[in-house]
């Protein structure tokens, strides 16, 4: 596709639940980032991957959340024993470049709800 | 993390008025950029900037890398009904590879 794809748009879960979330970035963009957005706030850094490596997971809240980029294109974002306060709009960002400039292009995003 | 100050929060102005928002760090960034964000979707980027002082157009936008690495603005000229939105400030620290986001500038242009 032209731009960086997310699935679902839309997910709602209860607490304790499983989630993954998909992001399918441009093609033969290298770098790939996940974001996380509150109502009212700018997205807020969660992991970067150059590759299939995650070059930087300081982001990530806790070890319930977990992300993988097997074949460095599509991600996978993983929340595990879901809790409310991640409900949030979880953004996907790919870019040409890694770790020189680099402008970041986003998804729409999976907004999450866990009631 | 960076923190990252934009300000300010909201603005409300006439159509046809200038508009200026400004991003400020506590430390250095080698990349400033500017997105613009509408409602159920993704940031959209409005201008890059790469080198301190670069002054940087894109149409009627027009943004600033400042000289101390710290700071950037966006000036809006002669606003128009479409200019409404969420503006956010992002920036790449120095020496790292993620990229930070202000808390944005919310836009209200009234015709």
């Known amino acids: 596709g032209a731009g960086v794809s997310q699935t679902p748009s839309n997910k709602v879960t209860e607490k304790g639940k499983y989630v993954e979330l998909r992001c399918d970035p441009i093609?033969?963009?290298?770098?790939l980032y996940w974001y996380r957005q509150s109502l009212g706030q700018g997205p807020e850094f969660l992991i970067y991957?150059?590759?299939?490596?995650?070059?930087?997971d300081s982001g990530l809240p806790n070890d319930r959340f977990f992300a993988v980029r097997p074949e460095g294109s599509v991600s996978t974002l993983k929340i595990q024993r879901t809790e409310r306060g991640d409900s949030a709009v979880y953004l996907c960002?790919?870019?040409?470049?890694?770790?020189?400039?680099?402008?970041?292009?986003f998804g729409e995003g999976s907004r999450l709800t866990v009631l | 993390g960076q923190q990252l100050n934009q300000s300010p929060q909201s603005m409300f102005i006439q159509e046809g008025e200038d508009v200026s928002m400004n991003c400020t760090s506590s430390?250095?960034?080698?990349?400033w950029l500017w997105y613009k964000q509408d409602p159920g979707e993704g940031p959209v980027l409005l201008i890059a900037?790469?080198?301190?002082?670069e002054l940087t157009s894109n149409g009627r936008l027009t943004a600033q890398f400042g000289i101390t690495r710290k700071d950037s603005f966006l000036n809006i000229s002669a606003s128009i009904p479409s200019d409404v939105g969420i503006y956010f400030c992002?920036?790449?620290?120095?020496?790292?590879?993620?990229?930070?986001f202000g808390a944005g500038t919310r836009l209200t242009v009234k015709p």
């Open positions: 960002a790919s870019s040409p470049l890694g770790q020189v400039a680099g402008e970041l292009f």
């Open positions: 093609s033969g963009h290298t770098a």
């Open positions: 991957f150059q590759g299939t490596g995650a070059a930087d």
């Open positions: 430390s250095i960034f080698n990349t």
């Open positions: 900037l790469y080198k301190a002082g």
């Open positions: 992002a920036g790449r620290p120095y020496n790292n590879n993620d990229m930070r």
